[in-house]
């Protein structure tokens, strides 16, 4: 796990959609923002997963995100998943990540809760820790990180 930071805010092209991205989720909903390895079968693995899960996530105000970065010709982009061309964005997500091959949890206000490594065991544990986190997330202020309730 990565340190607390902020997470990226960008706008890309989503493969087979229009753009999206932590600009439109900011303030609005909290984030999982997955930075995937091109052509990787574990992060397409993730990535499924969320995609499957993303209409409940976003029900939960939570919005589902996976940035990959262009790869070598041939590779298949993920449906749903923003392409980064440049690769601007994909170096960012990986500072504030610690890595690539990384799924973030970010409050609405992008603060990152933390950074979950895709590739640290099975699937569905990486997703449920990711999921914990969004919990916690949740749970707390966005701006101060204050307990939202006091059970």
Excluded at 53 to 71: D, I, S
Excluded at 83 to 108: C, K, N
């Amino acid at each position: 796990m990565h340190e607390r930071g902020e997470v990226p805010l960008f706008r890309l092209e989503a493969e087979g959609g229009g753009p999206r991205g932590t600009l439109d989720a900011w303030q609005r909903r909290d984030m999982l923002v997955a930075l995937l390895h091109p052509g990787c079968d574990v992060c397409q693995a993730l990535h499924r997963i969320l995609q499957e899960r993303a209409p409940g996530l976003r029900t939960g105000e939570a919005e589902v995100m996976a940035v990959v970065p262009q790869g070598a010709a041939g590779v298949q982009v993920p449906p749903g998943a923003l392409v980064d061309v440049e690769g601007r964005v994909s170096r960012s997500l990986a500072e504030a990540f610690g890595g690539e091959g990384r799924l973030g949890i970010a409050s609405r206000f992008g603060g990152l809760y933390a950074a979950v490594d895709i590739h640290s065991g099975p699937t569905q544990r990486v997703l449920d820790e990711a999921l914990e986190w969004l919990d916690l997330a949740q749970r707390q202020c966005g701006e101060c990180q204050a307990p939202l309730a006091w059970d």
